[in-house]
Nanobody
């Protein structure tokens, strides 16, 4: 059983940057795919970025060019660097993971509690 804990959310102004962090509190043998999803209350969840066990990285079109996902396998951490934030990026951001080789092959089945990002204009 994994436990994922996010950090780094907050309230920022449009055009600024924010870095979200996620740490897995238990060791995770074998390859896994991890990513970040976001959700606004009343709307569907959107996958923002994913990094597969094979190293492939996928970004949502809505944030492509403004976001970078990275992972440290040894430290069991996942980071999301977000730049040029916009009010429409306001959402709860969740760290998620699944025992899969590639992004998009299996749904995430481990989730953190989320960290709120609020971007004001």
């Amino acid at each position: 059983q994994w436990t994922l804990e996010e950090s780094g959310g907050g309230s920022v102004e449009a055009g600024t940057s924010l870095t979200l962090g996620c740490v897995a509190t238990r060791t995770t043998p074998g390859g896994y795919t991890a990513g970040w999803s976001r959700q606004v209350a009343g709307k569907e969840r959107e996958d923002v970025a994913c990094v597969g066990a094979d190293g492939q990285v996928i970004y949502a079109d809505s944030m492509k060019g403004r976001v970078t996902i990275s992972r440290d396998v040894d430290k069991h951490t996942l980071t999301l660097q977000m730049n040029d934030l916009r009010p429409e990026d306001t959402a709860m951001y969740y760290c998620a993971a699944v025992r899969a080789r590639q992004c998009g092959t299996l749904p995430y089945n481990y989730w953190g509690r989320g960290t709120q990002v609020t971007v004001s204009s």
